[in-house]
């Protein structure tokens, strides 16, 4: 089997000896070539080449950015076969702080003990097909948020650009921080259309779920919507009050995984195929914990069964 591994020396655990452990594990089983990520955005050129060299399977080793530039690669030619060639497998392995992506698929956190797992499903031929959203020409595979965590994930980009490395402690600090000093509370921002029709209003905050959980803070699961899933369309949920108790309240429900619609101050539409957002003033969007920008007019899309990616074994 012809692999690929797109490995992000920046990455957590990507480093050093770990991975030349890896790198050796793979290599022992696999036809096995790897590069390494040089600056942002190199993921997807790799992925994309790739999948034109016709590589069966891609494997990255890093953290969930590194995992969506190699999705938008891998998608680059489209979700068909065609110029691009067939689209190569995909399969994680976690090495980053949070590892959303693998952890959703029921892979474990630890990286040595992933990929022994990966290699077991390679073999068996353990994968499944999910869905995956779009916000306008950027793929992401687990969330998208608009507004307040866009610019949380901004702000803690521009830190570990300065050096800082990047910690759930820094992620608390720098998310009071961007509350009480970087963000005008006093009116709402945000409308949400969907193609169906529904719209929400006064809305300061929106959250895109394409699986469970929304996102790791460190052992703790955070779910906005209880009820998203690989197998459907996006669920959206729009914040209509973040008062500090409001929002204290809502993360303390999506900790304790509280089902969505009995939450206050928010509005779900599950399973959504097509959405619009708009705002007064350009906003903060983060993709899979990526920053893409800010934007006054965003396409949201869903796509069903659009990537193939390696499961544990026990799935």
């Given amino acids: 089997m012809r692999a690929v591994l797109i490995a992000n020396p920046s990455a957590t655990t990507a480093a050093g000896w770990s ?14 070539t790897t590069a390494l990520t040089e600056h942002r ?23 969930d950015g590194t995992v969506n530039e190699a999705i938008n690669g891998l998608l680059t030619d489209g979700p068909a076969g065609g110029s691009g060639g067939p689209i190569p497998l ?8 949070a590892n959303v992506f693998p952890r959703a698929l029921g892979l474990n956190p630890d990286a040595m003990a992933a990929t022994g797992e990966i290699l077991q499903s390679l073999s068996a031929g353990n994968h499944r097909s999910i869905s995956l959203g779009k916000v306008n020409d950027r793929w992401f595979s687990f969330n998208a948020g608009f507004g307040f965590d866009a610019g949380i994930v901004e702000a803690m980009e521009a830190q570990r650009a300065q050096g800082h490395r990047a910690s759930p402690a820094r992620y608390i600090t720098t998310m009071l921080r961007q509350y009480l000093e970087e963000h005008d509370w006093s009116s709402p921002k945000l409308t949400v259309t969907a193609s169906d029709g529904r719209v929400a209003d006064d809305v300061f905050m929106v959250i895109a779920q394409n699986t469970t959980p929304y ?59 097509n959405v619009r957002i708009t705002a007064s003033e350009p906003i903060p969007v983060q993709v899979d914990g990526d920053s893409i920008g800010s934007f006054m007019d965003v396409e949201l899309r869903s796509f069903m069964n659009v990537l193939e990616v390696v499961t544990p074994p026990s799935s």
């Avoid at 890896?22 to 036809?31: C, F, P, Q, S």
């Avoid at 995909?90 to 702080?97: Q, V």
């Avoid at 459907?232 to 949920?237: E, K, S, T, V």
């Avoid at 973040?242 to 303390?252: D, F, K, Q, R, V």
Wanted: hydrophobic share 50%; net charge negative; proline share 5%.
């Fill in 19 to 32: 991975r030349d452990i890896i790198v050796r594990t793979l290599a022992a089983e696999l036809d096995l």
């Fill in 41 to 63: 955005a190199h993921a997807i050129e790799l992925a994309a080449q790739a999948r034109r060299d016709g590589a069966d399977v891609v494997i990255t080793l890093g953290g």
């Fill in 90 to 97: 995909l399969a994680t392995i976690p090495a980053g702080l």
């Fill in 215 to 273: 996102v790791f803070v460190g052992p703790l699961p955070l779910d906005f919507s209880t009820g998203a899933s690989f197998e459907r369309g996006i669920d959206i949920i729009a914040l209509t009050d973040m008062s500090p108790l409001s929002l204290a309240t809502y993360l303390a429900e999506a900790a304790a995984g509280i089902p969505t619609e009995k939450r206050a101050n928010v509005t779900l539409f599950e399973d959504c195929e």
